[in-house]
Nanobody, 124 residues
């Protein structure tokens, strides 16, 4: 059983920055992919970014490329999402997800473990 706990959400003005963190506890295994998804009110949950165990070749949705950076610290079992140049359309609940896999997945159905979510609100 793996537990994921997110932190770092909040209210920020457009153009500002936030850093989300997600720490995993439990038996993650040695090839644990971690990702971030988000869900805005009335919308489907969408992929934001994901990163494999090695930290190389992360994946991003086009709308956040150049603004968001995903990284991980395996010693701390933690993944981060640095969000810069935030826009009102980034407002959503952000969820951390994880799965033991050699492939960095971008679809939510491929992930087995989920955090409780953290709210990000970007004001205009």
């Amino acid at each position: 059983q793996v537990q994921l706990v997110e932190s770092g959400g909040g209210l920020v003005q457009a153009g500002g920055s936030l850093r989300l963190s997600c720490t995993a506890s439990g038996r993650t295994g040695c090839i644990y992919v971690m990702g971030w998804f988000r869900q805005a009110p009335g919308k489907e949950r969408e992929f934001v970014a994901a990163i494999g165990w090695s930290g190389y070749i992360p994946s991003y949705v086009d709308s956040v490329k150049g603004r968001f950076t995903i990284s991980r610290d395996n010693a701390k079992s933690t993944v981060y999402l640095q969000m810069n140049s935030l826009k009102p359309e980034d407002t959503a609940v952000y969820y951390c997800a994880g799965v033991s896999s050699l492939v960095v997945h971008i679809t939510s159905s491929q992930y087995h473990d989920w955090g409780q979510g953290t709210q990000v609100i970007v004001s205009s």
